[in-house]
């Protein structure tokens, strides 16, 4: 065999190895397919690219509807047990305090029973409470009252703190809440919760008017605003004092989905005082 042969027969392998290396690469590399649409342009696109993205397209939406599903019922639990949660915690913090009063002397004298200072504080709570309702009882609460109402910081605290415990007591007395009542404030079309608590007569020079002292609270029971108001302009809904207590404090989640008014008509003309009167006989 010539050189000129040789020359020849290494090129052709050249050639041919590097037809074989373009094939092998294009099997790796998706091969670029031309389309043409209806109008004569050209588009390009790629078989194995498309399918890569429908599959990932396709695990993003799956995750997607996983993590909203699991935050779903993430929330679902989380609202369920927040309520139970806070109320044992509240619970618990309560029995502790009271337990607290009590439970030094028991430990004092050797005694270790958790929840024995809780049931001394409420027996404690219910004797004072008989105590009081009787006029020996009354005759001390109002001497200690008057030393009280003697201290310039200490007399504020506890009247308010009186007002509101008044106004929640079953023997209600002339400074407590009288009843609930719905007002048309601030402006036509709305309204507000407030409390009756007295009753004025306002004296002009050809009539005389009985107006009602209605109390509206603005943050939660110690601070609000009082307006006097004609027996006409105020609703007398189905509610309690403590009902309406309620539904303040707890920003207004507590109230009924359906109210029923009192007609006024229907209430004594002799004023507030006859409407308590009546109803404590009742």
């Known amino acids: 065999m010539t050189l000129k042969s040789k020359w020849r027969e290494r090129k052709r392998n050249r050639e041919m190895s590097t037809r074989e290396r373009e094939r092998d690469l294009g099997l790796l590399i998706?091969?670029?397919?031309?389309?043409?649409?209806?109008?004569g342009a050209s588009k390009s696109s790629s078989v194995p690219a498309v399918a890569l993205s429908n599959h990932h397209s396709g695990g993003e939406a799956i995750a997607k509807v996983i993590r909203s599903w699991a935050s779903k019922k993430f929330m679902t639990g989380c609202v369920i047990l927040m309520p139970i949660a806070i109320t044992f915690y509240i619970t618990w913090g309560f029995i502790r305090f009271v337990d607290g009063f009590f439970s030094p002397i028991y430990a004092h004298l050797g005694i270790n029973v958790f929840g024995l200072g809780f049931i001394t504080s409420i027996t404690f709570i219910f004797l004072v409470g008989i105590f009081m309702s009787s006029w020996l009882g009354a005759s001390v609460l109002t001497l200690g009252e008057w030393f009280i109402k003697k201290m310039p910081l200490v007399s504020y605290i506890y009247t308010a703190s009186k007002q509101i415990s008044t106004a929640i007591s079953p023997d209600q007395t002339s400074s407590a809440f009288k009843e609930v009542a719905i007002i048309r404030h601030p402006r036509g079309g709305e309204y507000a919760f407030g409390f009756i608590t007295s009753a004025v007569v306002l004296q002009s020079?050809?009539?005389?008017?009985?107006?009602?002292?209605?109390?509206?609270?603005?943050?939660?029971?110690?601070?609000?605003?009082?307006?006097?108001?004609?027996?006409?302009?105020?609703?007398?809904p189905?509610?309690?004092?403590?009902?309406?207590?309620?539904?303040?404090?707890?920003?207004?989640?507590?109230?009924?989905?359906?109210?029923t008014t009192v007609d006024a008509r229907a209430i004594p003309t002799g004023g507030i005082e006859k409407l308590c009167k009546t109803k404590s006989m009742a």
């Open 30 to 39: 998706p091969v670029a397919v031309a389309t043409v649409s209806e109008n």
């Open 205 to 236: 020079r050809m009539e005389e008017e009985e107006l009602y002292c209605v109390y509206v609270p603005t943050n939660h029971l110690y601070l609000g605003d009082i307006f006097l108001m004609s027996s006409t302009d105020i609703l007398r």
């Open 238 to 259: 189905n509610l309690s004092v403590r009902e309406g207590i309620e539904i303040v404090i707890s920003g207004g989640m507590s109230v009924p989905q359906l109210l």
